[in-house]
């Protein structure tokens, strides 16, 4: 079946602890992207990948890290998370042909940090 | 700077009413234009979308949309809607050079009364 997976679907930590939320596609998909959902805001773009080995800074980089090493994955990494990073997160994946297309999304990870 | 503005936050309706949810973005170049929903407790998936040609565009469940390019609007409508419809709709842009951003509207929560 064709998904993209993140895991953990929920996480509870305290500020300064290092986290990673990893996402995974099987749809061989160039290209890969992070959103945070927060209320009244909508989806906020964080970073996304090209194909590996290329990133960008999508609006709201700030406090947040990305790799992508393979083509299948996309880890977002905390590496020391704050209050106001506690939001919902999403990951998504998409073919390209010079433009991006339709992307298909995660289930979401629900993050709370105290 | 691009934006997606979607002016209707929340929209509750009855079941049969129609529906238009408005969507205009902010960019200088020529963008795709998409439309998303996300049930309660499930996550997002692509209604329809806009890439050229004929700018009333159909999509899934009897939803569509037209882009009116001189207004740089994307609405989305439906002639009844269902109960079932009940979701938060979400207007995205992705513009076809210059940058492979992704750019969401801030969403309007639809409540269908049965």
């Known amino acids: 079946e064709a998904q993209v997976t993140q895991n953990p679907r929920y996480l509870i930590t305290v500020t300064g602890k290092k986290l990673t939320v990893t996402c995974s596609q099987n749809m061989n998909h160039e290209y890969m992207s992070w959103y945070r959902q927060d209320p009244g805001l909508g989806l906020r773009q964080i970073y996304y990948s090209m194909n590996v080995e290329v990133t960008d800074k999508g609006d709201v980089p700030e406090g947040y890290k990305v790799s992508r090493k393979e083509k299948r994955n996309f880890p977002l990494i905390l590496e020391s998370p704050s209050p106001n990073q506690t939001s919902l997160y999403f990951c998504?994946?998409?073919?390209?042909?010079?433009?991006?297309?339709?992307?298909?999304f995660g289930p979401g990870t629900r993050l709370t940090v105290l | 700077a691009q934006s997606v503005s979607q002016h209707n936050h929340h929209v509750i309706l009855s079941e049969a009413a129609s529906l238009e949810l408005g969507c205009n973005y902010s960019y200088g170049g020529t963008v795709n234009l998409f439309w998303y929903v996300q049930y309660p407790g499930q996550h997002l998936q692509l209604l329809l979308k806009y890439f050229s040609g004929d700018p009333l565009v159909k999509g899934i469940k009897g939803f569509e949309a037209e882009f009116i390019k001189s207004k740089f609007s994307f609405n989305l409508r439906k002639p009844s809607v269902q109960w079932s419809d009940t979701a938060e709709y979400f207007c995205a842009v992705s513009p076809t050079s210059g940058t492979y951003k992704y750019i969401f509207g801030t969403g309007t929560r639809l409540k269908v009364l049965a």
């Open positions: 998504a994946s998409s073919q390209t042909s010079g433009i991006v297309n339709e992307q298909f």
